[in-house]
């Protein structure tokens, strides 16, 4: 037994249950701020330390095959904790005007645990529980808003749909196991029945039930409905962390289980890749609330990297990493933005943003700097991000796909920029809006990283180069 | 006539099947609780006679289903919960009358 290799997991874990117990030891008149700054500060030290874990030799596999540490699962696993910190930090003020405040912390610490077992799973046993560990936090999670009845509505709708495509999953796991006598995702890759037709129909059984999870377009009816209700931490945290997950857990099983398959499947791939660029989009456009009109912009984004995942190559892998970490930090920075709005405005149509920049320059700026970066417009890092995506395409000979990716990119700017609009021009009674220092410090962490990146992407391109490389071996 | 294989295999895609079914037409909350739990034990039927019937090399079919059983019961404490606030928020468990979102 080698406990080291699971340390971000234990402490994640730890933390989220002892912060549990430090709230029944404060008085109850004292403010649970300690919490969410300990909370932080574990979790800054805890991503530190992972930078010190990458490494060039052979990763190995722990526990039986189950687990493995290699450069991919420690980049995802710096994300997500990048994701929760962030969350955190511009939600402190959201936690004050909630019942169950330690609670709201340690569930978006089980999330995180959770996300963070899926990047090191090697197994569907451990895929399942990192998974479900992950989605049922969420559930709670989106449900948190007790005087709210959206929330409550969103929570319950995401449950349903949320455990169809788990049962849908497990289904396909056990026609699986059947075929390849093994869980082990080395096992099924080595099985030599894996075109019988017991086989192909747990694969599709599994690859649709991921669709779910990643909000692909015909599976993604839930999304839009979710993030429009759950509280806007959470639905940040939806956005950036829980589809993270998904998509690094769908590259694994797609590169590490189905390989011989995937020749066969990546066509296909590209087709849903397709489909959720020009319906994200469009459906986008037709938003008169900004955070369903960030909701589908998210199905839009997944769309983005499915298409460097068709590409199935280094370039192909590092271009969807890379497009993750920027992903991250623009919807940090939109979601950030939006809280306080809310906060102020109790709503989040385009109208609750106008005249944003007279009453808060920097939320403007932040805001059009996250939108631009989601859009791709040049100095942003969204830019390198989609170059390295739709370069990746074209090398691999999806040069339609990346046509599509190009046209449904211009036309996003529209609805994006429809917002800078209503922030610059509009000017409807302003309200004073005073931000807080923790939030100030997220959307700073933010915009700074986007545009830097967006300049000097190199610096970002090397880490996921050594990630990728060693995912593909 | 002897049970194999295969007859375990037609109840567990038939109760899968009938689960499947019973969330598409069924309007009530707890039924549809109740289908998704009928669909959760197909697969433990599933994994079962995988693991009985055919030469595995462990028993890592019925760790699966102990995973699994425990997942089950966590979503639907979750999900028993979430019902328990809608039906305070709403005053109906009728999930088409859900539908203050659209778009």
């Given at each position: 037994m080698?406990?080291y290799?699971?340390y971000?997991?234990?402490?994640?874990?730890?933390?989220?249950?002892?912060?549990?117990?430090f709230?029944l030891l404060?008085?109850?008149?004292?403010?649970?701020?300690?919490?969410?700054?300990t909370a932080l500060?574990?979790?800054s030290v805890l991503?530190?330390s992972?930078f010190?874990q990458?490494?060039?030799?052979?990763?190995?596999?722990?526990y039986?095959?189950?687990?493995?540490?290699d450069n991919?699962a420690?980049?995802?696993?710096?994300?997500f904790?990048?994701a929760?910190?962030?969350?955190?930090?511009f939600?402190?003020r959201?936690?004050e005007?909630?019942?169950y405040?330690?609670?709201?912390y340690?569930?978006?610490?089980?999330a995180?645990?959770?996300?963070?077992?899926?990047?090191?799973a090697?197994?569907?046993?451990?895929?399942f529980?990192g998974?479900?560990?992950m989605?049922?936090?969420?559930?709670?999670?989106?449900g948190?808003s007790?005087n709210d009845?959206?929330?409550?509505?969103?929570?319950i709708?995401?449950?349903?749909?949320?455990?169809?495509?788990?049962?849908?999953?497990l289904?396909g796991?056990s026609?699986?196991?059947?075929t390849a006598?093994?869980f082990?995702?080395s096992?099924?890759n080595?099985?030599?029945?894996i075109?019988s037709?017991?086989?192909?129909?747990?694969?599709?059984m599994?690859?649709?039930?991921m669709?779910?999870?990643?909000?692909?377009?015909?599976f993604h009816?839930w999304?839009?409905?979710t993030y429009e209700?759950a509280?806007t931490?959470?639905?940040?945290?939806?956005?950036?962390?829980?589809?993270?997950a998904?998509?690094s857990?769908f590259?694994?099983?797609l590169f590490?289980?189905?390989?011989?398959?995937?020749d066969y499947?990546?066509?296909i791939?590209?087709?849903?890749?397709?489909?959720?660029?020009?319906?994200?989009?469009?459906?986008?456009?037709?938003?008169?609330?900004?955070?369903?009109m960030?909701?589908y912009?998210?199905?839009a984004?997944?769309?983005?990297?499915?298409?460097g995942?068709?590409?199935?190559?280094?370039?192909?892998?590092k271009g969807?990493?890379?497009y993750?970490?920027?992903?991250?930090?623009?919807?940090a920075g939109a979601?950030?933005?939006?809280?306080?709005?809310?906060?102020?405005?109790?709503?989040?149509?385009?109208?609750?943003f106008?005249?944003?920049?007279?009453?808060?320059?920097?939320?403007?700026?932040?805001?059009?700097?996250s939108?631009?970066?989601?859009?791709?417009i040049?100095?942003?890092?969204?830019?390198?991000?989609?170059?390295y995506?739709?370069?990746a395409?074209?090398e691999?000979?999806y040069?339609?796909?990346?046509?599509?990716?190009?046209i449904?990119?211009?036309?996003?700017?529209?609805?994006?920029?429809k917002?800078?609009?209503v922030?610059y021009?509009?000017?409807?009674d302003?309200?004073?809006?005073?931000?807080?220092s923790?939030?100030r410090?997220?959307?700073l962490?933010?915009m700074?990283?986007t545009v830097?990146?967006?300049i000097w992407?190199?610096?970002l391109?090397?880490l996921?180069?050594l990630?990728a490389v060693?995912?593909?071996k | 006539m002897i049970?194999?294989?295969?007859h375990?295999?037609?109840?567990?895609?038939?109760?899968?099947c009938?689960?499947?079914?019973?969330?598409?037409?069924?309007?009530?909350?707890f039924s549809?609780?109740?289908?998704?739990e009928?669909?959760?034990?197909?697969?433990n039927?599933?994994?079962a006679?995988?693991?009985?019937?055919?030469?595995?090399?462990?028993l890592s079919?019925?760790?699966?289903?102990?995973?699994?059983?425990?997942v089950?019961?966590?979503?639907?404490a979750?999900?028993?919960?979430?019902?328990f606030?809608?039906?305070?928020?709403?005053?109906?468990?009728?999930?088409?009358?859900?539908?203050?979102m659209?778009?």
């Amino acid at each position: 037994m080698n406990l080291y290799v699971i340390y971000p997991e234990i402490t994640v874990s730890i933390l989220a249950l002892l912060l549990t117990v430090f709230d029944l030891l404060l008085p109850s008149r004292e403010t649970r701020r300690s919490l969410g700054y300990t909370a932080l500060l574990v979790l800054s030290v805890l991503a530190a330390s992972l930078f010190w874990q990458y490494h060039i030799t052979a990763s190995p596999y722990f526990y039986q095959n189950m687990f493995y540490y290699d450069n991919y699962a420690i980049f995802f696993k710096q994300l997500f904790l990048l994701a929760v910190i962030l969350t955190i930090l511009f939600s402190l003020r959201y936690t004050e005007s909630i019942k169950y405040k330690s609670e709201f912390y340690s569930m978006l610490l089980f999330a995180l645990a959770g996300m963070m077992i899926l990047a090191s799973a090697n197994d569907f046993l451990t895929m399942f529980i990192g998974l479900e560990l992950m989605t049922i936090s969420f559930y709670a999670l989106t449900g948190f808003s007790m005087n709210d009845k959206k929330s409550s509505e969103a929570a319950i709708k995401y449950l349903i749909i949320g455990s169809l495509s788990t049962a849908v999953m497990l289904y396909g796991i056990s026609l699986i196991y059947g075929t390849a006598h093994s869980f082990s995702f080395s096992a099924i890759n080595g099985n030599p029945d894996i075109f019988s037709l017991l086989s192909i129909a747990g694969m599709m059984m599994i690859i649709s039930a991921m669709f779910f999870k990643m909000s692909v377009i015909p599976f993604h009816m839930w999304s839009p409905d979710t993030y429009e209700g759950a509280p806007t931490p959470v639905t940040a945290l939806l956005a950036m962390g829980s589809k993270a997950a998904a998509i690094s857990v769908f590259m694994r099983i797609l590169f590490a289980a189905f390989w011989p398959a995937a020749d066969y499947f990546l066509p296909i791939l590209s087709v849903f890749a397709a489909v959720c660029m020009i319906g994200g989009n469009i459906a986008a456009m037709r938003q008169k609330n900004i955070k369903r009109m960030l909701a589908y912009s998210s199905i839009a984004q997944a769309g983005y990297m499915l298409v460097g995942i068709c590409a199935a190559s280094l370039q192909g892998i590092k271009g969807v990493l890379f497009y993750a970490f920027l992903y991250i930090l623009a919807n940090a920075g939109a979601f950030a933005v939006l809280t306080v709005v809310e906060f102020y405005k109790k709503g989040t149509n385009y109208d609750d943003f106008a005249g944003l920049s007279q009453s808060s320059p920097l939320l403007a700026m932040v805001m059009a700097v996250s939108l631009l970066s989601m859009a791709g417009i040049p100095p942003t890092a969204g830019f390198a991000g989609k170059l390295y995506l739709f370069m990746a395409a074209v090398e691999h000979g999806y040069l339609w796909l990346a046509f599509v990716g190009f046209i449904m990119s211009m036309l996003s700017v529209y609805y994006y920029l429809k917002v800078v609009r209503v922030m610059y021009s509009d000017i409807l009674d302003p309200v004073n809006i005073n931000i807080s220092s923790s939030l100030r410090t997220a959307i700073l962490i933010s915009m700074t990283a986007t545009v830097l990146f967006g300049i000097w992407p190199q610096y970002l391109s090397v880490l996921t180069n050594l990630a990728a490389v060693t995912f593909l071996k | 006539m002897i049970i194999g294989i295969t007859h375990f295999l037609i109840i567990s895609a038939a109760l899968f099947c009938i689960g499947l079914y019973g969330i598409l037409i069924k309007r009530n909350l707890f039924s549809i609780l109740m289908c998704i739990e009928l669909m959760l034990n197909a697969v433990n039927i599933n994994l079962a006679a995988f693991n009985y019937f055919l030469p595995m090399p462990d028993l890592s079919g019925q760790v699966m289903i102990l995973f699994s059983v425990a997942v089950a019961a966590a979503e639907v404490a979750v999900g028993l919960a979430l019902i328990f606030r809608v039906y305070r928020d709403f005053r109906t468990v009728n999930i088409d009358k859900l539908n203050s979102m659209k778009g």
